[in-house]
């Protein structure tokens, strides 16, 4: 019988990169229910949720790949929405990524909806688009969860997970984004839509494939996008990270343009660095670094265990000389260790290769937080 949370092709990619490898199996698998929100001429959001074609989950576990592949392109089409517009033509677009956690009591919690929705409200601003109000980010966020699971399409907690401290546990990936209005003319998007879709993830982890390669290409510049989840910043990192994998490497690093020196962040995910005296940095955030939520979580709770944090600029020769445990941080990637880096030829191997012992910690702290393994004294999470 078909997983529905196994259905693409893991195989080969370590869990942060299922936003690339996804794409190589049959189809996207989203969930029935979806929420879609326009900003009218009177300047006001209104709101619809759908349900699109389905089955039961099991039923379409069931089905031919054919049949599925059919269905399931039904679900990912939206006729209201027009083809050809500042979106699709120019990418102007933001969007956000957030997971929603099974938990051992057999609910839902979502890990702060309310950071990505402050999030999306400054990354559509940074667009010039009228901001989407948090407290409907929030409430769509739980409704779009709820709605799905009413109808059978959640993961169910299994114990099995952790074994690993849920370094194999599945969850569910909200996806909201922008969209906007029919157009083809040079401008901004004055009366967007907003799309939530859900789908599920899986993690695959391949503890032998996570070596890491300085791209010379630049991810984001002083007074461009960087700072906002919008499209266009994706361009250069798929680029850098398809070039990386090339060559054998599972992820791309990116230096700072200007002086091309210092570390600033992975593809999609903020980066840690373990220094040899036991100090964590990260890249201090600017308009050129992504304020990740994992970031700032992982960050608060190394300050709990009394280790010492730095967010300041760091040179890539100090990582070279004096690193000896990288990870990198975000939604889709949780926590996840970097066995090497190459740069200009050389390469570090940080802690021979293996998780270190201060990531695996931090690993596991956020983990157990989000699969409600440990009491949430932070208030993150959000009861569905
Ligand atoms: C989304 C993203 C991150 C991670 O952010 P999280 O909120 O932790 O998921 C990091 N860097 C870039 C460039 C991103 O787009």
Redesign the pocket.
Known sequence: MLDQYNAFDYHGAINYSWEITMGKGFSLETYPWVYTSKYTENKEWKDEYTEKPHKSPEEEALMAEKELSELLQKRNSFPELPLVNYTTQYGMGCF???KAYPQKDGSLKIFRPD??AS?MKRSMEGLMMPGFPEDKFLEASINIVRKNRDCGFFPKYDPAWEADNYVSGHSIYIRPFSYSEPAIGLSVSSSPWIVFIATPVGSYFDPGSSKAVVTEKF??TPGGT?WI?CDA??VV?ILAKKEAALNGFMEAVFLDSVEQKYVE??????IFFKLKDGTLVTPSLGDT?????????VIELAKDISVTVEERKIEISEVMEKADECFV?????GVSYIESLTYNGKTAVFNNGVQGELTAELQKMLKSIQYGAVEDTKGWMVAV
């Open positions: 956000e990524g957030m950071e990505n999030r991810r984001a960087g989840k910043n994706y990192p962040e992975g593809s999609s995910c903020n670094i992504l304020p990740g939520i994992n970031r700032k979580s941080t975000g939604t889709a990637a």
